[in-house]
């Protein structure tokens, strides 16, 4: 059974880190892209950071270029999206997802993170 499940989400104040985590299971990570989407209330889901199959390449959405940074270990099924710099505006849930040739495309249920003071 396929499966991503996010962790790590919580009530942090501004200024302040996470570091999100995505175990998948039932599919070879190794063979996917992988993905953090966020959606805040009221607003469509957009991307936050992408990395490649293999690490070699990462993309961040503007908004987010150097304070967050998206990792991925193979070997554990894991993919990690590490938040600094935390403000009211990343306020969201944020989705993993895993798509690999437009053909096999798997979300998790999302973690919310909430920047408040």
């Known amino acids: 059974q396929v499966q991503l499940v996010e962790s790590g989400g919580g009530l942090v104040q501004p200024g302040g880190s996470l570091r999100l985590s995505c175990a998948a299971s039932g599919f070879a990570l190794s063979s996917y892209a992988m993905t953090w989407y966020r959606q805040a209330p009221g607003k469509e889901r957009e991307l936050v950071a992408t990395i490649t199959n293999r690490g070699g390449i990462t993309y961040y959405a503007d908004s987010v270029e150097g304070r967050f940074t998206i990792s991925r270990d193979n070997f554990k099924n894991m993919v990690y999206l590490q938040m600094n710099s935390l403000n009211p505006e990343d306020t969201a849930v944020y989705y993993c997802?895993?798509?690999?040739?437009?053909?096999?495309?798997?979300w998790g249920q999302g973690t919310q993170v909430t920047v408040s003071s």
């Open positions: 997802n895993a798509k690999r040739d437009s053909k096999y495309d798997y």
